[in-house]
């Protein structure tokens, strides 16, 4: 027992509760029937264990299992690294280039983003991973980034298994005619003679494991490529956007500016070096970033900063004239509502008539904003922010601009 909590140490107890959710259950639901479907065709009825080759493809499964839960878990359970509460930093005057997060009640430190499904703060936020139903982020990026290389290694190796078994096994069995191809699962002559005879389950069994192992492959390789191209440039998804946003804002306002991109060292070797270390944890306190010789840490921040005071001020004021209930596909609010519903896990806001929304943007048919809250809501730091039917609105016709100095002052 003691051996086992030794070396299982969860930081703290209830992140076991991660494991319930569909994304981990589904997940290791396949890596689990991918491993042992790999692991009983080989020694029954493929490659059995009395042979070399047969005992080092058995190891080989073993490895590859266990090498995909561990960075599996690690994913999981290390976790992203969250900036702590009410985190301020050393200099009490760099709070000016920092975003204030009223969830967390502190500063949001360069390349942090609040997660809305982590209710956190996450350091170097890549994005929400609902398969291990955590962020990818600072601490996780490497075991993440390795699991996504795994298990499609594993499931290649698996698949070969499994064509090769049902080849093997009913290769015997089918006789070609004319018009015709008979496969006879009665009359089996094998080259070994297994435990079990090749049954129609097992063939099933082994054919429904191949479909899961070449989809994993396609699906998470994929997942991989991204994931690298994210680490060799030391950009993240959010960080894309942030750049490309940039770009089309000093371009708007022809400010002359000129941004670079601060966390890519330059080489593609240096970026990889970051993440992925001996020891397994990266480069770094998730706070502190090594940058650019021409920026500083708070280059993307103050850009950040520059995009939400531009976006207050270009967000649209609307008065709410039809009631919503906030579900996904309303009924009563026309074909195209129910049909063009975003295809987003963001959240639906309800509607009361008389409400006020700032949107920031839309579809034809949607939109999506804040809702403006009365003062005691807002000192209490509540935010009623999602997408909402676009005929339950319609635009106001005063100008905003006592909002925009009230919030000017809030940005200073
Ligand atoms: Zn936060
Ligand atoms: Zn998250």
Redesign the pocket.
């Known amino acids: 027992m003691n051996i086992l909590s030794a070396i299982i140490v969860f930081e703290n107890l209830h992140e076991v509760k991660r494991l319930f959710h569909w994304g981990p259950i589904i997940a290791l639901t396949v890596i689990g029937v991918c491993s042992s479907m790999a692991i009983l065709d080989s020694i029954i009825w493929y490659w059995p264990l009395d042979t070399t080759g047969g005992s080092i493809n058995f190891i080989m499964l073993i490895n590859w299992t266990v090498l995909i839960l561990y960075n599996y878990f690690n994913a999981m359970f290390v976790g992203p690294g969250y ?1 702590s509460l009410e985190w301020k930093p050393e200099n009490q005057q760099d709070t000016m280039y920092l975003q204030f ?4 009640k ?1 500063y ?1 430190a360069p390349r ?4 809305r499904k982590c ?3 996450v350091m170097k936020m890549d994005h929400h991973c609902p398969w291990i139903n955590n962020c990818c982020g600072h601490l996780n990026h490497a075991y993440f980034t390795s699991f996504l290389l795994l298990a499609p290694l594993g499931c290649i190796h698996a698949a070969l298994i499994f064509i090769m078994t049902m080849y093997t096994q009913l290769y015997d069995r089918i006789s070609f005619g004319w018009s015709s191809v008979k496969i006879d699962m009665s009359a089996a002559r094998h080259i070994h003679n297994p435990i079990m005879p090749f049954s129609i389950a097992a063939f099933a069994a082994t054919l429904f494991a191949l479909g899961l192992a070449l989809g994993t492959t396609i699906a998470v390789g994929m997942l991989f490529f991204i994931q690298m191209k994210v680490i060799l440039r030391n950009k993240t998804s959010i960080e894309v956007w942030i750049e490309e946003k940039a770009k089309d804002r000093i371009q708007y306002y022809q400010t002359g500016e000129e941004f670079i991109f601060p966390y890519d060292l330059g080489s593609r070797w240096e970026n990889f070096k970051q993440v992925f270390t001996w020891s397994g944890s990266p480069i770094g306190d998730g706070i502190e970033w090594p940058v650019h010789e021409k920026c500083n840490q708070y280059t993307l921040t103050i850009e950040q900063l520059k995009q939400k005071h531009d976006k207050r001020q270009r967000s649209v004021e609307y008065r709410v004239v039809e009631d919503y209930n906030g579900a996904c596909c309303p009924l009563g609010k026309g074909l195209n509502t129910f049909f063009r519903t975003p295809c987003t896990e963001e959240p639906r806001i309800q509607l009361t008539k008389g409400e006020t929304i700032f949107a920031t943007r839309g579809t034809k048919w949607w939109m999506y904003g804040d809702k403006v809250l009365n003062e005691e809501q807002a000192k209490v730091g509540v935010r009623i922010r999602g997408w909402f039917p676009r005929r339950c609105v319609e635009k106001c016709h005063y100008d905003s601009a006592n909002n925009s100095t009230s919030e000017e002052k809030k940005e200073q």
């Open positions: 900036i997060c009223r969830v967390c502190g949001k942090s983003h609040h997660c209710n956190r703060c």
